[in-house]
Each structure stands twice: as structure tokens, then as C-alpha cells.
């Protein structure tokens, strides 16, 4: 599973650059500068910093690799102003880019919608008929649930989450539900950052009891082929975890961190958001990770340092 995927949340219907201008001038009470404009019709929002076509975006930075990824037909929220790139995207600049689209976001979200799954999951809901579904879940609408999956007693799926063939999620553990995201803005407002992602789990998974999967913000929480999550484990927001990977009771994962092909992590180890952990990794049990980590490393301790290889987990 790449670490980097280009994923776009589907608005129910496309949305023209002129609704788009006039949302944003409420939002934002006219007070931004519109630079460029678009022909095409906008067909949702994206991460700006992995790339897209044809959708909103917000930036608070002008990192040339970052506006390379945004292919053409863009409508860019930032704080400023470009360069060189005006012709092939439409920017409007303001002077809390982050803010002005959350707000935004919630208005799309009240007034068209964004479709339960993203343009790298399903493309319709369903639930195969040799799943096992305890007579206790919830299961929302919006579900993609595969074949021979088990989903047990006391379990919350909520709309967007897609979960494998053979996967097993055991009892109370709750999938798609909105994590902890606020910003403070900068005239002081304390703003949720709406998740418009979801979340897929891969095939021959083994979910624990007890478990909270968060689904992403613009980018979806994704669990691989073959992973394992032990009991009372937490996954971030916007989180990978590659095929392969074995966790541990009582760990985390921080939101938007990767973590690599068949790494262990032992339990009740902390990792935290944003990082970047390698293919074969071993993490000791009680680890807190702060920073990347290299393919192939063992690290133990908190904070966690390289040391000699461990013994965590399985051989997967």
C-alpha cells in the first residue's frame, strides 16, 4: 500500500467555480482576493499537499513540490499569493485559509453533500451475504462489508467504512466515527475540522475488541491486507498502516502517521501523528515514537531510540 495517494472526497454533484466564489465570499464575508478562475467543474476537495485535479484545496504555505501535485483546474484557499502557477489553478487569498474552509466545508456539507466513499474506495455500498453481522451492531448506510467478514456483538461501522473480504472486527469496536481535529482560528474561533474521508480495511484483517478507527479528514484512515490489531488499540485519523502490520494491546497510532509493511509494534507503545515509519520495523512494547523511523530499525524506550533487533510480534 503507497503511502502517498492521490484521493479525492466526491461531492454528490459537481459544483461550478462561480457557486464555489459565492460560498467562499460568505464564508469569508467578500474580504478575499480571487486570482485566475475556472472553466471546469469542481468535483470535490483533496489533501493539496498529495495532489489533484478539479477540486478545492487550502494551502497556508506556496511550497513549490506541494503546487506541482495540483494538476490543473483547482480552486486554491491560501494565505499567499503565487507566483508562477495563476493559469492553471484559481487561488483566493485570505487571511486564515484554514478556517475560511472549514467553514466552507460545512456549508458544502449541509447544502450538496459528499458521497460515503472516496474515488480510491468503492464505488457503491453493499454488504455480501456470507458476512456475519451480530445481531448487535450498527451498521450505517454508506458500508461496503466483504465477503466472509465477521463484524461482532456491540460494534459501530458508520457510513464511508469499507472493510474487506475475511476480515474479522471483534466485539465494541467502533469504525468511521469523527475524530478529535479543532483549530483555533485566528480571531480566536475553536472550529472542528469536518471528516469527509472514510475509512477502508483491507483483506484477512483481525480487529480487536475494544478498538476506535477514526475516519480521515480529506484523506481517508487506511488499514492494509493482513493487518493485525490487538484490543484496545487506536488509529488516527488519516492513518496507514501497510499490509503486514501486527499491533499490539493498548497502542497508538497518532493521525496521518504511515506505517510500514510488516512492522510490529509492541503493545502499549504511543506513535505519534504525522510520522513516518518504515517497512520491518520493531517497536518495543511501551515505546513513544516521536520521530521517523527507517526501514528494517528497532527502536525501544520513550522516547523511542534505535537499539539492537527486537523480537516484537509474529514473524508475518
Known amino acids: 500500500m503507497d503511502a502517498v495517494v492521490v ?21 469569508s464575508d467578500g474580504s478575499g482576493q480571487l486570482l ?27 511550497d513549490s513540490a506541494d503546487m506541482e501535485r495540483l ?11 503565487p507566483e508562477s502557477t495563476v493559469v492553471r489553478n484559481c487561488y483566493y487569498v485570505v487571511e486564515d485559509a484554514r478556517a475560511v474552509y472549514i467553514d466552507l466545508l460545512a456549508m458544502l456539507i449541509d447544502s450538496i453533500g459528499f458521497r460515503p466513499f472516496t474515488s480510491i474506495m468503492a464505488a457503491d455500498s453493499g454488504i455480501s451475504e456470507s458476512a456475519v453481522i451480530a445481531a448487535s451492531a450498527i451498521i450505517e448506510s454508506g458500508v461496503v462489508i466483504g465477503e466472509g467478514a465477521v463484524v461482532s456483538d456491540g460494534c459501530v461501522i458508520r457510513s464511508g467504512t469499507q472493510i474487506g473480504k475475511n476480515s474479522i472486527v471483534r466485539e465494541n469496536s467502533v469504525v468511521g466515527s469523527d475524530g478529535i481535529t479543532l483549530y483555533k482560528s485566528k480571531n480566536g474561533r475553536l472550529m472542528k475540522f469536518p471528516h469527509v474521508c ?96 527507517e526501514p528494517g530499525h528497532s527502536v525501544f524506550g520513550n522516547p523511542a531510540r534505535r537499539m539492537a533487533a527486537l523480537a516484537t510480534g509474529p514473524k508475518r
Not at 472553466?39 to 494551502?59: N, P
Not at 494538476?71 to 499569493?81: A, K, Q
Not at 480495511?201 to 484512515?221: D, H, K, M, N, Y
Not at 493487518?227 to 485519523?237: F, Q, S
Open 7 to 27: 484521493e479525492i472526497s466526491l461531492l454528490r454533484a459537481p459544483l461550478g467555480g462561480g457557486k464555489v466564489l459565492e460560498l467562499l465570499s460568505k464564508v
Open 36 to 62: 485566475g478562475r475556472i472553466e471546469a467543474e469542481l468535483l470535490g476537495v483533496c489533501d493539496a499537499r498529495k495532489g489533484g485535479r478539479q477540486c478545492i484545496v487550502f494551502t497556508t504555505s506556496m
Open 198 to 293: 472514510g475509512v477502508y480495511i483491507g483483506e484477512g484483517c483481525e480487529i480487536g475488541a475494544g478498538c476506535v478507527i477514526p475516519r480521515g479528514i480529506l484523506t481517508s484512515t487506511r488499514v492494509g491486507d493482513q493487518v493485525v490489531i490487538g484490543n484496545l488499540c487506536n488509529i488516527g485519523h488519516g492513518a496507514s498502516l501497510a499490509d503486514g502490520v501486527w499491533m499490539s494491546v493498548g497502542s497508538l497510532v497518532g493521525g496521518h502517521t504511515y506505517i510500514g509493511a510488516k512492522s510490529t509494534i509492541g503493545m502499549g507503545a504511543r506513535i505519534r501523528d504525522n510520522l513516518r515509519v518504515g517497512d520491518g520495523v520493531s517497536i518495543g512494547m511501551g515505546s513513544v515514537v516521536v520521530k521517523d523511523i
Open 71 to 81: 494538476l490543473e483546474s483547482c480552486f486554491v484557499i491560501t494565505e499567499v499569493v
